[in-house]
């Protein structure tokens, strides 16, 4: 019988499914509501150990929207969380003890500073969350403070802050890898290299979302202006499918074992199927949950399960990165069409392939190649 449950990095999950960081696991009181709809995990929105400097504007979303007006395109220039480190660490430790088989993971993400990074490592794993997620992806904001994407454009200094990271941790560390970059793949080297058990990926991608023909000014506009965003939701996920095969690849090649939480546009079971199938081990969900609300998971599990049964599989393990072997290159394609050709035209050699080919003084030799058996 299929199951949905899965160990990563010694974390127990029900399901793969996981609450990405943002808005759908700000506080405590939603990431408590995530966990009784079922979600696998929950990562929590990104915190930092000084909360002052977080100041969020409104509005902050454009969304992108087809003629029928099913929303395909999310951009938010939403911060990390405003919320004090103090009060996360109550929380954590409130949830821990109300939700003892949660599965709650903190998101981080510090300036370049080790002894910030040592801190916020120290201090947080003792609230008894299950693993830490470090941010080096927000693609707005925070980069201007050299954090965020701004950290996790540059691999060298990456690696050493995940270095930094790894001395103090003592629970799993995944790092959450920016799309804007030239490889993700060798993003995700530098911080499994340094020691993190798993890589997410992939966060949002730096865009702006258009500009209103009306009042000539780009969206979301804050008081007539706005900045470049993070753009996610359904119409990104191609783009993350990409990227995820990418960093599978290169985990087989040189870190067998490390895990990949894979993120972009999942709103239904099968969006994760193609995930798995692609090497992630898990899957995370959040603007499919601004959109959907956190019920949205329980169809999402329904339809997973189906896909597992349809195919016989037991297990996730059991198709996790099947569809990388149909990979090639274009030159390959083109020798495996010839080749193809080639064998088809030789099948059909001196066989009748239609009535008017018959020849009296053949027609046994035809018969016979006509014949199987």
């Not at 995990?41 to 000084?50: P, W």
């Not at 270095?163 to 003592?170: F, L, Q, R």
Request: charged letters at 25%; one cysteine or more.
């Amino acid at each position: 019988m299929a199951t949905l449950a899965t160990t990563v990095d010694g974390i127990k999950l029900d399901n793969p499914f996981i609450i990405g960081s943002g808005p759908p696991g700000t506080n405590a009181n939603v990431i408590g509501k995530a966990i009784e709809e079922g979600w696998g995990a929950v990562i929590a929105k990104t915190i930092s150990l000084d909360a002052s400097k977080v100041v969020n504007v409104a509005p902050r979303y454009a969304r992108l929207r087809t003629a029928s007006k099913e929303i395909i395109g999310w951009q938010n220039i939403e911060l990390i969380s405003d919320r004090p480190f103090s009060v996360w660490l109550d929380e954590f430790k409130m949830l821990k003890d109300k939700y003892p088989n949660g599965v709650v993971i903190a998101s981080i993400m510090e300036e370049y500073n080790k002894d910030a990074w040592i801190e916020i490592v120290e201090r947080t794993q003792e609230t008894g969350v299950a693993g830490f997620e470090l941010n080096f992806s927000c693609p707005h904001g925070l980069p201007e403070r050299k954090m965020g994407a701004a950290m996790g454009q540059d691999f060298a200094v990456m690696h050493e802050v995940c270095e930094w990271v790894m001395s103090a941790a003592k629970i799993p560390v995944w790092a959450k890898l920016t799309p804007n970059v030239t490889s993700i793949a060798d993003g995700a080297e530098a911080a499994l290299s340094a020691g993190c058990q798993g890589v997410a990926a992939i966060n949002t991608i730096l865009a702006v979302m258009g500009v209103d023909l009306e009042t000539l000014r780009p969206e979301p506009t804050v008081e007539g202006y706005s900045v470049p965003g993070g753009y996610s939701c359904v119409a990104v996920r191609p783009i993350a499918y990409r990227m995820v095969k990418e960093i599978a690849q290169r985990i087989i090649e040189k870190f067998p074992g490390r895990s990949l939480s894979a993120i972009g546009g999942v709103e239904s079971g099968n969006d994760a199927a193609q995930f798995i199938l692609l090497g992630g081990d898990t899957v995370q969900v959040c603007t499919g949950v601004m959109k959907l609300g956190y019920d949205c998971v329980k169809p999402m599990k329904e339809e997973l399960l189906k896909f597992m049964e349809k195919h016989k599989f037991n297990t996730l393990a059991d198709f996790k990165g099947h569809s990388l072997q149909y990979f090639s290159t274009h030159a390959d394609l083109v020798r495996r069409q010839a080749e193809a050709k080639a064998m088809a035209k030789a099948k059909l050699e001196g066989k009748v392939t239609k009535d008017g080919e018959w020849k009296g003084d053949e027609f046994v030799k035809q018969s016979e190649q006509l014949a199987r058996g």
